[in-house]
């Protein structure tokens, strides 16, 4: 689909959106394996080692970090800054390029 | 179509300005998570933080915000593709189905992690 920058950021953010949806069935999960004692501490901190966990865990941070900072965008936004056409297709841009950084950084911290 | 009756404050306005206030609360909940497991946890650090009332009133308020989000967001999702004139009555049938089982979804990530801030 051939579609312009804005419209992009503006698919991801919802499709991001629906996975965390999903994706915060997990994040609860793992907060009540934390919680509940120190065994399910050690056992949920043994599966969180597993590369299969950890691409789960890494999706999810993803999807977390470009809602985030398309969000951010959207508030700035709101403050009337960057409304025109140019300053939107900067904005989208932006978007994409500081959350893949974000993302490669949460990956690191993962591994 | 009945999109309007499933918003979540009956008002476009109303709705903006929550997902604006609940996506804030969301994002400083996360970064204060984040924040906390970048400086490493045992289970010891990590039990004691959620014991502490404040952490367990922040935590609450995230998921409610969550809630709260997450049924905008995708009522703005649903209402754009599944619709009736998208697809005809389906789309109607469609998405108030799945409105149901995104209510019942978040009512139980509520109520699940109240038990876990309050049950163990």
Redesign the interface.
């Known amino acids: 689909m051939r579609l312009p920058i804005t419209a992009w950021s503006s698919i991801t953010h ?1 499709a991001s ?2 996975f ?2 999903v994706g ?2 997990v994040l ?1 999960w793992a ?2 394996a ?5 065994e399910s ?2 056992s949920l901190q043994e599966c969180l080692s597993s590369p299969l966990a950890k691409l789960v865990i890494w999706a999810i941070l993803a999807g ?1 970090i470009y809602h ?1 900072v398309a ?2 965008k ?2 700035i936004m ?1 403050c009337g800054i960057g409304e025109t056409m140019e300053g939107g297709r900067l904005g989208a841009g932006l978007v994409f390029a500081l959350s893949a950084v974000l993302i490669v950084l949460a990956g690191v ?1 993962i591994w | 179509m009945v999109t309007a009756a499933t918003s979540y404050g009956r008002s476009g306005v109303a709705d903006w300005i929550a997902q ?1 206030v609940s ?2 609360i969301l ?1 400083a909940y ?1 970064l204060f998570i984040g924040y906390v497991l ?1 400086s490493g946890v045992d ?1 010891a650090s ?2 004691a933080l ?1 014991a502490q009332t404040w952490v367990k009133i922040f935590s609450l308020m995230a ?1 409610l915000s ?1 809630a709260a989000h ?1 049924w905008i ?2 009522w ?2 649903l209402t754009d593709y599944l619709t009736e004139r998208m697809m005809g009555t389906t789309g109607n049938v469609l998405r108030l189905v799945l409105q149901v089982l ?1 209510g019942i ?1 978040l009512f139980v ?1 509520v109520v ?2 109240v038990q ?1 801030l309050w049950g ?1």
């Open positions: 919802r959106g629906v965390l949806f915060m069935a609860i907060l009540d934390s919680l509940r004692s120190p501490f050690a977390l985030s969000g951010v959207h508030l709101d911290w | 604006r996506g804030i994002l996360f970048l289970y990590w039990k959620f998921v969550l997450a967001g995708l703005s999702v995104i979804t990530y699940w992690t876990i163990y």
